[in-house]
């Protein structure tokens, strides 16, 4: 098994594969998170749901599997994705079984052990015109009066929509209409994972559509059963995060968490035995022209060792400045004075002969934060990019960064992140600030080492 590149400060299980969390819930004062796996190898078959609580969203500890498929059950071909909810007390999964895929109800006494309901399929067929096969994922709200459903799924002729269902037992379930349905093929034919949120005023429905590969969300407002959409945006455009789940905490806080995909090839995971990895949990929030926010959960902080702290470095052009402490579990807060530079950035994971880099930059000239991973590892297994985001930034930035062995996690101003996949050398550890097209100026910066998050 390949160790080295496994992270050590984000969640995944003991091995095989794992891919969308699933089931995010806030429960009697513990963070449980479900999770789409595979226990019998590091590729995807067999979906099970894979189960794990943490007190502090950060410190996970292993539970055994919550639910697997029943022979001849209606998941008998494998128990995709869902979430969890508080059903008058009671804490119950409300998942897709596939056969081939209808949706399904499990409960627990004990947050453990789970029983699935006997009236499984509770929802056995979408709405006359909608493909079978493309019916998954329940996200589920209460409103005044009852249960809203958001059900993921395709209108049959080449575009994602999103349905949306009513129920007062979870029993008995009545199709209202479409939350939300694509317009061009640009937002993808199938809208998978749906996550509706709302923020007062305004709200966003996070999809991850086939085929694009990225999460994408619909912002608007919700009125009559409908989102009334005002503008499509990326959630997260650095190539590596998918079918994202959101809850809502018992301090009202948006928490995300999403699937991290391997950029290697399929030979290479195999080997390695292990794939997958969900990022570090989110907080979001809606901004006034109605694009997220985001920033790490502030209990994320607690991972920190004794760190590196610089401040009023300048930055001459083209002449990078060498960072005294890298590494490949770190934390870097970093906040920046553009001045007369036309670009500013940091070379992390960097090999002493420059053969591996990851680069992150910022273009003041048409407003492009980018992640660079095409040299990132000279394994011809990985699999690099180019990656971008619009990002309007006056004279300072602030750029806060997570590598994690495998892992990139970059946050700007709280305003646009991207998450990427680096597979480097165990050696290649440097860490270099830069300007170009003039100086700039580093006013602060800070390193962290990073604690592993395994508490049992």
């Known amino acids: 098994m390949d ?14 594969w794992m891919n969308d969390p699933n089931g995010l819930i806030h429960w009697q004062g513990q963070y449980h998170l479900f999770y789409q796996h595979n226990p019998n190898g590091p590729q995807w078959a067999q979906m099970h749901w894979g189960h794990a609580v943490s007190p502090d969203l950060v410190h996970w500890r292993h539970l055994p599997m919550a639910l ?26 409300v998942y897709t079984g596939v056969t081939p895929q ?9 947050m453990i052990h789970w029983s699935k309901h006997p009236a499984n399929p509770v929802l056995a067929a979408p709405p006359e015109g909608i493909p079978p096969q493309d019916f998954r994922d329940p996200f589920l709200w209460r409103e005044a009066d009852g249960w809203y459903a958001a059900i993921g799924s395709s209108t049959g002729d080449g575009l994602g929509i999103v349905l949306l269902y009513r129920t007062q037992d979870l029993l008995k379930w009545e199709y209202v209409g479409p939350l939300a349905e694509g317009e061009t093929d640009e937002t993808g034919r199938v809208w998978e994972c749906p996550n509706f949120l709302c923020f007062g005023e305004r709200s966003a429905l996070i999809i991850s559509p086939i085929p694009l590969g990225r999460a994408i969300y619909l912002s608007g407002v919700y009125r009559d059963h409908a989102l009334h959409v005002e ?36 030979e290479a995971q195999t080997k390695a035995g292990w794939a997958g990895v969900q990022s570090l949990p989110r907080i979001l929030g809606m901004a006034d022209d109605g694009k997220l926010t985001y920033a790490p959960a502030p209990e994320v902080r607690q991972l920190r060792g004794d760190g590196w702290h610089g401040a009023g470095i300048a930055l001459r052009a083209d002449t990078p400045w060498p960072c ?18 036309s670009q500013i950035g940091l070379e992390m994971r960097r090999a002493e002969d420059g053969s591996e880099v990851t680069t992150v930059t ?24 180019r990656y971008q985001a619009q990002l309007a930034a006056d004279d300072t930035l602030t750029l806060r960064l997570f590598l994690d062995r495998s892992v990139l996690e970059l946050f700007a101003d709280d305003r646009a992140c991207l998450t990427s996949r680096i597979y480097p050398r165990p050696t290649s550890l440097g860490l270099r600030a830069l300007a170009s097209g003039g100086d700039a100026e580093l006013l602060t910066i800070d390193v962290y080492p990073m604690r592993s998050i395994w508490s049992g």
Not at 5 to 10: F, N, T
Not at 68 to 93: E, N, Q
Not at 102 to 110: G, K, N, W
Not at 250 to 266: P, V
Request: hydrophobic share 30%.
């Open 324 to 341: 005294p402490l890298g590494g490949d579990t770190i934390e870097i807060v970093a906040r920046f004075r553009l001045g007369s530079a």
């Open 102 to 110: 209808v949706q399904c109800l499990a409960t627990s006494e004990d």
């Open 231 to 266: 503008g499509t945006h990326e959630l997260d455009p650095g190539g590596a995060l998918y079918a994202p789940q959101v809850m809502v905490d018992a301090h009202g806080r948006h928490i995300l968490f999403g699937w991290l995909w391997e950029r290697r090839e399929k």
């Open 362 to 385: 910022y273009a003041r000239d048409n407003e492009q934060l980018s992640v660079d991973t095409s040299r990132s590892s000279s394994d011809p297994s990985s699999l690099g990019d």
């Open 3 to 16: 160790l080295y590149q496994r992270p050590q400060y984000h969640f995944q299980p003991l091995a095989n």
């Open 68 to 93: 697997a498929p029943t022979p001849g059950g209606a998941d008998k071909d494998g128990v995709f994705s869902g979430c969890a909810i508080d059903h008058d007390g009671v804490p119950t999964l």
